[in-house]
């Protein structure tokens, strides 16, 4: 693994502020065999000079800067999936304003070891929340329970930022069919589209990414009592359900690719969004799906009784 090649994908769009930070933090890794796209969608800042001044500092490493797609931080993601030449070995995404731990890469290649880039697998695990200034305030929630598609069509149990993905994982994203609205996010489809064929996701619970928390993140923490009751509002007003309804769309279109028990789990889940009240339940059974914690699968079976999954 120490000679495996990693194909780092960041999205870029107006992160001059805290870019500089995140670059540096690749270059000290300390698995020194890597590479570097970073798609810019459109940035009105000096993000893009800082990256060519970056790769003029580090001649070593391949380091590409492409135009993206223009259509939102998901597509630039798709965008830079589909970048990434056959040849690789590993991709791992990456976000514009964190600070990778120097081990980030190393520990995914470890923890990955077993596999190898020519099994669909997944490294992925918990960050440390920073506040803008990268001081630390906490760890994110720990997950414990058996990462699987089960849990993966209700629940995105990492951040995408955490990602270190296998050249097997990274094709079967590539050849993913993505309707053209797109898809709710690239971690959750993801972890998805990789546990549905058979693959492995991996969850370390220890943190290798310093995520900073500020009024710009696309996506924030989600462990406070605000975000739950927001959580709770959204699924009452059907914004969970119309997630669920595009996930299952766009893994439909790709079931061929299954094993017979995925398929099973999600046609029974399907039928959970447009049953009566009982078959929504039996349904719900039947696919064996579960989120992480006892208190967020109860509150599974309460919406889906409800009619908002």
């Given at each position: 693994?120490?000679?495996?090649?990693?194909v780092?994908?960041?999205?870029?769009?107006?992160?001059?502020?805290?870019?500089?930070?995140?670059?540096?933090?690749?270059a000290?890794?300390?698995?020194?065999?890597?590479?570097?796209?970073?798609?810019?969608?459109?940035?009105?800042?000096?993000?893009?000079?800082?990256?060519k001044?970056?790769?003029?500092?580090?001649p070593?490493?391949?380091?590409?800067?492409?135009?993206?797609?223009?259509?939102?931080?998901?597509?630039?993601?798709?965008?830079?999936?589909?970048?990434?030449p056959?040849?690789?070995?590993?991709a791992?995404?990456?976000?514009?304003d964190?600070?990778?731990?120097?081990?980030?890469?190393?520990?995914?290649?470890?923890?990955?070891?077993?596999?190898?880039?020519?099994?669909?697998?997944?490294?992925?695990?918990?960050?440390?929340?920073?506040?803008?200034?990268?001081?630390?305030?906490?760890?994110?929630?720990?997950?414990?329970?058996?990462?699987?598609?089960?849990?993966?069509?209700?629940?995105?149990?990492?951040?995408?930022?955490?990602?270190?993905?296998t050249?097997?994982?990274?094709e079967?994203?590539?050849?993913?069919?993505?309707?053209?609205?797109?898809?709710?996010?690239?971690?959750?489809?993801?972890?998805?589209?990789?546990?549905?064929?058979?693959?492995?996701?991996?969850?370390?619970?220890?943190?290798?990414?310093?995520?900073?928390?500020?009024?710009?993140?696309?996506?924030?923490?989600?462990?406070?009592?605000?975000?739950?009751?927001?959580?709770?509002?959204?699924?009452?007003?059907?914004?969970?359900?119309?997630?669920?309804?595009m996930?299952?769309?766009?893994?439909k279109?790709?079931?061929?690719?299954?094993?017979?028990?995925?398929?099973?789990?999600?046609?029974?889940?399907?039928?959970?969004?447009?049953?009566?009240?009982?078959?929504r339940?039996?349904?719900?059974?039947?696919?064996g799906?579960?989120?992480?914690?006892?208190?967020?699968?109860?509150?599974?079976?309460?919406?889906?009784?409800?009619?908002?999954?």
């Amino acid at each position: 693994m120490d000679s495996a090649h990693i194909v780092i994908l960041l999205g870029l769009y107006n992160g001059a502020k805290t870019l500089e930070e995140q670059l540096e933090s690749l270059a000290a890794q300390t698995h020194k065999n890597w590479s570097l796209i970073i798609s810019d969608d459109g940035s009105e800042d000096e993000g893009p000079d800082i990256a060519k001044r970056f790769a003029a500092r580090h001649p070593d490493h391949d380091v590409r800067l492409i135009d993206g797609p223009g259509r939102g931080f998901q597509m630039n993601f798709l965008h830079l999936v589909r970048a990434v030449p056959s040849t690789a070995d590993f991709a791992a995404f990456c976000d514009q304003d964190d600070v990778w731990m120097p081990d980030r890469l190393s520990a995914g290649l470890k923890a990955l070891t077993d596999l190898g880039p020519n099994s669909a697998a997944i490294h992925c695990g918990r960050t440390l929340y920073c506040d803008e200034s990268l001081v630390p305030l906490r760890k994110s929630p720990e997950f414990k329970r058996r990462p699987s598609f089960q849990n993966a069509l209700v629940q995105s149990i990492a951040g995408a930022n955490t990602y270190l993905m296998t050249g097997a994982a990274v094709e079967l994203l590539k050849n993913s069919p993505v309707p053209e609205r797109g898809f709710v996010s690239h971690d959750w489809w993801a972890y998805q589209v990789v546990t549905a064929t058979g693959g492995t996701l991996i969850y370390d619970p220890v943190p290798r990414v310093r995520y900073r928390l500020h009024g710009s993140n696309a996506v924030g923490a989600n462990d406070t009592t605000g975000a739950a009751l927001s959580r709770v509002k959204g699924v009452m007003a059907g914004r969970y359900g119309a997630w669920n309804a595009m996930n299952v769309e766009l893994l439909k279109a790709q079931a061929h690719l299954f094993t017979a028990e995925n398929k099973a789990t999600l046609a029974e889940f399907e039928k959970v969004q447009g049953s009566g009240f009982f078959s929504r339940l039996h349904a719900l059974r039947r696919s064996g799906v579960y989120r992480q914690g006892r208190l967020q699968t109860l509150a599974l079976w309460i919406f889906a009784a409800l009619g908002r999954l």
